[in-house]
């Protein structure tokens, strides 16, 4: 089944982990936003692989913002 995680509040993409085709354990780090200074970590929500990730580093991005999609196992 495929899954997206989206932005919870508008951020600029810091650091991105993985790539499409990664295989993730639950809870993984996937990428980190930054906000108001504080680093705030994406994690995977189910062990899966990744299928595509909507931004690159450096990117501002909106609440709601697609930011990566995968395949869950």
């Known amino acids: 089944m495929s899954e997206t995680i989206e932005s919870d509040m508008g951020a600029n ?3 991105i982990l993985v790539a ?3 295989r993730v354990e639950e809870e993984a780090t996937l990428m980190i ?3 108001m200074k504080m ?3 994406i994690l995977a929500e189910d062990a899966g692989t990744i299928v ?3 931004v690159a580093e450096g990117d501002s991005v909106a609440s709601g913002q697609p930011l990566v999609e995968f395949e869950t196992a």
């Open 20 to 22: 499409p085709g990664d």
């Open 39 to 41: 680093e705030i970590p």
């Open 13 to 15: 993409v810091w650091k």
């Open 52 to 54: 595509a990730v909507h």
């Open 33 to 35: 936003l930054e906000a």
